[in-house]
């Protein structure tokens, strides 16, 4: 049985492959090349002398791969061709700003049209290789399938979106603030419930949320069962408007953390016209 090679011959080993890839002359090993198609992102070597490629790793074939001439082949030309009309530009430019004197590579985002129709977002880094007078040479890079990032992104983008709507209509008062009570975030319902004109009025004049309660003490019980619960639910308090009038709310609120504080968000419905209905009742 084959001794396994030591921590040390290993470390040598990866070096070896690293300086290997440093080489824009010459073959590279069919060693690199192994190690090289392994890997989840694409790996090519751009000889900028004879203008071909001098490694392409399988991944990196699959994701530019295209039918020319009857045969499959993957040249800076038909790579680009492929490439959304719309970034073509972006791509050029930032491959002629790599290469300019003072600089050692670039990186560029791009959408790909592959030939079933379908579109694929790409991540592409590299460093350029300079001859002993800085002159580029060659360029080596990795590129990467970022598809399901930019999706992630943007579904997450249209929910968030959906979410601010959905706040800023609210016919209840949304609401988020700091442990000490500062305003962090308010709706526009928030706003009018006490007297503001926006939102932005009601953070910037309104120093704690303590100062609306009629009752300071009723502040303190809240946060103290919010501190011991986690929430607290359809509970009612007096607060106080803007102009001074007193008008009464049922409040949902719980706790969060973000960025290692706490904070409380809920929301607030204006109950003044039941609760003087009720005690007319009594």
């Keep these: ?159 968030e979106e959906k979410y601010r709507r959905l706040v800023e209509n609210a016919l209840v008062g949304v609401y988020q603030v700091e442990k000490a009570g500062k305003f962090i975030m308010a709706n526009k319902k928030m706003a009018e419930m006490f007297g503001y004109d926006s939102p932005e009025s009601l953070i910037s004049s309104v120093d704690s949320i303590a100062n609306l309660y009629v009752r300071p003490e009723a502040r303190t019980a809240i946060m103290q069962e919010i501190d011991a619960k986690g929430s607290v639910y359809g509970k009612t308090v007096e607060l106080r408007k803007k102009d001074g009038e007193k008008f009464w709310i049922k409040y949902h609120t719980r706790a969060l953390m973000e960025e290692e504080k706490t904070i409380y968000e809920g929301l607030m419905e204006d109950i003044t016209e039941s609760k003087r209905a009720e005690e007319e009742r009594k």
């Design 1 to 159: 049985m084959a001794q396994k090679p030591s921590y040390e011959e290993l470390e040598q080993r990866i070096s070896d492959l690293e300086s290997e890839l440093l080489k824009y002359k010459g073959g590279i090993s069919e060693d690199f090349k192994s190690v090289a198609d392994q890997m989840l992102v694409g790996v090519y070597q751009y000889d900028l002398l004879s203008r071909k490629f001098t490694l392409l790793n399988k991944r990196c074939y699959e994701f530019f791969r295209f039918e020319e001439g009857g045969k499959e082949v993957v040249t800076t030309k038909s790579v680009l061709l492929h490439i959304h009309p719309k970034y073509r530009d972006k791509v050029r430019n930032a491959s002629a700003e790599s290469l300019a004197p003072g600089s050692d590579g670039g990186e560029v985002e791009y959408c790909l049209l592959r030939e079933d129709g379908s579109e694929r977002w790409m991540q592409d880094i590299w460093i350029v290789v300079r001859d002993n007078s800085g002159r580029p040479v060659a360029i080596q890079g990795m590129v990467r399938d970022d598809t399901e990032r930019k999706q992630a992104e943007e579904a997450l983008r249209e929910s």
